[in-house]
């Protein structure tokens, strides 16, 4: 294991989420206007409840922070539920003070997905850069819509989104037909520009990916592995999920 990884292991997924809020409020009260990349899916709904719940009983301030999502597919509406957007609303940003215009998520009805990649690139750069990026990890590595591929992709870019990918998503819809093809994502060096990332695990199905994402080679197979070339990472997991490393 590289020494700029630390390695968090809580006893379950409500502990897990319950760390990682702690260690986001922290990064919030320690510089209020903290620029912070946030994921979607299913591991980090348990961080948002929490963070929703330190808002409410313990006033944590989230007017003055800017957050960037990783991704959001294309083409959609923002109002679909299936939208990221939607997603956000739902779990954080419908139930706490962030102001509208410091929530940058990628617009999926742009006319043209490429121009909106690379604005919102600009816009993360014009920001300062991500103090705290939060991810998860793909059953396969990969990280936002960044998957297993030739090279790590770099920038924020529209991309198609696998057959695995979609497969996997087709829970969320009506059925796999529904689900959108591509995606607007950030790229692999618009991540590993963050300051400091946090990778959430949970469950012992993502044991493996954990294990090869952080004791394997570095390889564009594994788009997390890159991760282990960042000097300031964190991977918080439950027991489950670290039974590997």
Do not use: C
């Not at 379950?12 to 209020?32: C, I, N, T, V, W």
């Not at 949970?202 to 197979?221: H, Q, Y």
């Amino acid at each position: 294991m590289h020494p700029n990884i630390q390695i968090i292991i809580e006893a379950d997924y409500e502990a897990m989420s319950r760390k990682g809020a702690q260690l986001f409020a922290e990064a919030m009260r320690a510089k209020p206007n903290s620029v912070f990349g946030l994921p979607t899916g299913s591991t980090p709904e348990g961080l948002y409840k929490e963070l929703v719940r330190m808002h409410k009983d313990e006033g944590l301030d989230f007017s003055a922070v800017t957050t960037f999502n990783l991704d959001e597919y294309y083409p959609i509406e923002r109002e679909s539920e299936q939208s990221y957007y939607h997603y956000m609303q739902k779990h954080l940003f419908g139930h706490v003070n962030a102001g509208e215009s410091r929530i940058n998520i990628p617009n999926g009805k742009a006319e043209d997905a490429s121009k909106e990649a690379a604005a919102y690139e600009e816009a993360i750069e014009s920001a300062g850069g991500i103090d705290l990026q939060i991810l998860g990890i793909g059953m396969n590595g990969h990280i936002g819509f960044n998957e297993p591929a030739d090279s790590f992709g770099a920038d924020t870019r529209h991309v198609p989104l696998t057959e695995i990918t979609i497969a996997s998503n087709a829970r969320f819809f009506a059925s796999a037909d529904e689900v959108p093809r591509h995606a607007v994502t950030m790229g692999m060096r618009s991540i590993m520009t963050a300051k400091r990332i946090i990778l959430m695990a949970s469950g012992e199905g993502k044991a493996g990916i954990l294990r090869d994402s952080f004791l394997g080679p570095v390889t564009p197979l594994v788009p997390a592995s890159v991760l282990q070339l960042h000097p300031n990472v964190i991977v918080l997991a439950d027991k489950d999920a670290a039974g590997l490393l």
